[in-house]
């Protein structure tokens, strides 16, 4: 496993694919991660080279924004109220 930082700024890893296929998990349930996003300050730049890279843009999310990143989009409920930004700190715990 190797953690390069692409063209854009963001931190992307790259592995030899084994025995993990991907999520298992129904894409449309909630509280789980339905897909990857990237956040830079050219999506449709970072879009192409990623396609370029043989990723399948329809399952990945590209969005502007000011810091760099691969996140995931996390599926809620409709009732959900969500302070934003939302912050994970590193020891799993939610932000409060």
Same mark, same amino acid.
């Given at each position: 496993?190797? $953690? *390069?930082?692409? %063209?854009? #700024?963001?931190?992307?890893?790259?592995?030899? &694919?084994?025995?993990?296929?991907?999520? $298992?998990?129904?894409? !449309?349930?909630? +509280? $789980?991660?339905?897909?990857?996003?990237?956040? !830079? %300050?050219?999506?449709?730049?970072? +879009?192409?080279?990623?396609?370029?890279? #043989?990723?399948?843009?329809?399952?990945? !999310?590209?969005?502007?924004?000011?810091?760099?990143?691969?996140?995931? &989009? *996390?599926?809620?409920?409709?009732? $959900? +109220?969500? +302070?934003?930004?939302?912050?994970?700190?590193?020891? #799993?715990?939610?932000? #409060?």
């Amino acid at each position: 496993m190797s $953690t *390069i930082i692409d %063209p854009f #700024g963001a931190a992307v890893s790259l592995w030899e &694919q084994r025995g993990f296929a991907g999520w $298992t998990h129904d894409l !449309g349930a909630p +509280r $789980t991660p339905s897909a990857p996003r990237h956040s !830079g %300050p050219d999506p449709t730049a970072a +879009r192409e080279f990623y396609v370029a890279l #043989g990723l399948n843009d329809v399952e990945a !999310g590209f969005i502007h924004g000011n810091e760099p990143a691969w996140n995931a &989009q *996390i599926n809620v409920l409709p009732s $959900t +109220r969500l +302070r934003f930004p939302v912050w994970w700190p590193a020891d #799993g715990s939610p932000a #409060g």
